[in-house]
């Protein structure tokens, strides 16, 4: 067999995942490789004149400092720093820029109530077609599909994105994780044999019925009955970590530890490296999509020549079609380049509905169980697969053109913040927290989405832009960039409840241990200790939208203050200097980042 690439080996990996029945995982992505032949074109003749799909890749990134086996090295690709199209004037902490308050620019509403992150930019809701189309969009977005499964971790996309906000941590252990998922890789950072990409929760039959448990995980269950269920049971333990201020004041953190039961598709292979994700919320993705590459690219700093302790790096993936290379700027580590990339992965990892783009179901070869069940789907959508590109494009529009939400705290008359707001905006620029968290950007145009423009119940070549998303001033603190946050993970081990080890057996579980923010898992150019810079906008509203969410990839952090006290790495100088000031200035960088 052909020795492919890395980058080759990693579109097998990321587009496909998890082989079945439906397609030879060669054959199908070997005209991949020779765009020119006859053999890929014939692949794309059923969607001439309709579409252009452009699919998104990468390969693997170091390992961060974990004591996980590291896997080979990758060097940075070369970085042209080509000076940001747009000049704004630069950002000050003791300047007012009256922009600021309408954080998404035109693409900003006034809601801070629970509906606060659903909303639609006004140009879209105000245009009466593409109004219908984000409503059409919204709709997919909240209901069942049919396809879906054979595993998978929610029944929606609102299921994992409450009220298109963020997801949140089960509330004990005998609860399962239906709002966050569980990533997993080989110890090389390809997919694990049995399990793929990530870990799901639930078979089909917890939705088929009344009965949500009958698709949870049992110990060889699927090996031994022949049922799709679930393929693991993931749980978390809380350790309590005692701190103090220097003045005094003492906080309490909580590291978490994951342990994985009831695997129903038999073992882990050794080495596993696994990554925690709390769904994350959506509004605004259409306008981060939107800033030019070249201005995000102009804030790398891979060798932190500028000597502040901050090497913010590119994650970055390949397209197929065209082989251009394009920046990530979405997910917790910046894997993704797309709104749509980000869909069409979700719609498969999460809830097992496939699409002509990534045509497999979430079943691997070692999973015949998962296989025969997806044997007797229907298939609705495109090329066999559970999805119409129409229906793609709907949901696409629909996560580009949520609005941010207006700022509070501003006085629009006096042109002036409330106090405590401004001394603690003041108090995080001046402690280094806008070398990650860069205030402000503006979009240039917004490309329409590469599957076509959307008429009626089809759709035509060529979208136009999106002209709600284009040309806005923004400010949702994020430069999209890679930063090192510092601490490592152990190897996973194999423990009873009782702590003493074991090698196998029903109640043989395996444990995730890191230190810090930490998760040990490279996923593209990212290593295990790296991370995209969230973005800060819509914070304070997050409680208010889902009252269980909570902070940081993986919702460790209860509150802001212990997502603050969490940063560590790249963001140690600044960590201390927050720990510096009083407990009246801490209240006051608090009420700044809930201002948002």
């Known amino acids: 067999m052909k020795n492919y690439s890395c980058k080759q080996q990693n579109i097998i990996n990321l587009l496909t995942k998890k082989p079945t029945k439906q397609t030879n995982l060669v054959q199908f992505l070997m005209p991949i490789f020779k765009p020119r032949s006859l053999q890929w074109i014939s692949r794309l003749a059923p969607f001439a004149g309709a579409i252009s799909l452009g699919l998104i890749v990468a390969c693997g990134g170091s390992g961060g400092g974990s004591t996980q086996p590291e896997p080979p090295e990758i060097k940075d690709p070369p970085i042209v720093i080509e000076p940001p199209k747009n000049e704004l004037p630069e950002v000050s902490a003791d300047v007012v820029d009256p922009s600021e308050v309408n954080a998404g620019g035109e693409v900003t509403v006034a809601r801070s109530d629970e509906d606060a992150f659903g909303q639609s930019a006004p140009k879209v809701s105000s245009d009466f077609n593409l109004d219908a189309n984000f409503k059409a969009g919204n709709m997919l977005f909240r209901n069942t599909h049919a396809g879906q499964g054979p595993i998978l ?37 390809q997919d694990e044999p049995t399990y793929g990409g990530q870990i799901q929760t639930f078979g089909i039959a917890s939705f088929e019925g009344n009965d949500p448990t009958a698709g949870l995980p049992r110990y060889n269950g699927a090996i031994n009955t022949g049922e799709a269920l679930g393929e693991a049971y993931v749980y978390i333990e809380f350790t309590e970590i005692n701190g103090q201020y220097p003045d005094g004041e003492n906080y309490v953190l909580r590291q978490p530890t994951y342990r994985i039961k009831d695997l129903s598709y038999g073992d882990i292979s050794p080495g596993s490296l696994l990554s925690p994700r709390v769904a994350p919320a959506l509004f605004g993705l259409g306008l981060l999509g939107a800033i030019a590459e070249t201005d995000i690219r102009a804030l790398a700093d891979p060798n932190d020549a500028n000597n502040d302790g901050i090497s913010g790096r590119v994650n970055q993936q390949q397209t197929i079609l065209s082989d251009e290379v394009k920046l990530g700027r979405f997910g917790s580590k910046a894997f993704t380049t797309s709104v749509l990339h980000q869909t069409v992965m979700a719609y498969r990892g999460d809830m097992g509905i496939t699409s002509s783009i990534v045509p497999d179901e979430p079943c691997t070869v070692l999973q015949q169980a998962c296989i025969d069940k997806a044997a007797d789907e229907p298939n609705g959508g495109n090329e066999g697969s559970d999805i119409t590109h129409v229906e793609l494009a709907l949901v696409e529009f629909y996560s580009r053109t949520l609005a941010v939400p207006k700022r509070r705290g501003y006085d629009a008359a006096s042109e002036t913040w409330q106090a405590d707001i401004w001394l603690g905006r003041q108090k995080f620029f001046n402690i280094g927290c806008t070398g990650c968290h860069v205030p402000r950007h503006q979009t240039g145009e917004a490309a329409g989405s590469v599957l076509g423009e959307i008429q009626l119940n089809q759709l035509t070549p060529d979208a136009a832009p999106i002209e709600a998303l284009s040309s806005q001033v923004i400010w949702p603190y994020t430069d999209l960039l890679l930063h090192d946050m510092g601490g490592s993970c152990q190897p996973l081990t194999r423990e009873l409840v009782t702590g003493e080890s074991c090698s196998g057996g029903e109640m043989c579980e395996y444990v995730l241990r890191c230190d810090g923010l930490a998760d040990g898992r490279p996923e593209g150019l990212a290593s295990g200790s790296e991370w995209r810079t969230a973005p800060l906008w819509g914070l304070g509203l997050v409680k208010t939208v889902n009252p269980r969410a909570t902070y940081l990839h993986d919702g460790r952090a209860r509150t802001i203050e212990e997502a603050i006290l969490w940063h560590g790495g790249e963001a140690q100088t600044s960590l201390e200097q927050f720990k510096l000031l009083n407990k009246n200035e801490r209240a006051a960088v608090i009420a700044f980042l809930e201002s948002m």
């Open 153 to 189: 971790n929610t029944a929606t996309c609102q299921g994992c994105h409450v009220k298109d906000g963020r997801g949140h941590i089960p509330m004990d252990s005998s609860e399962p994780m239906d709002a966050m998922l569980i990533k997993i890789s080989a110890v090389d950072g």
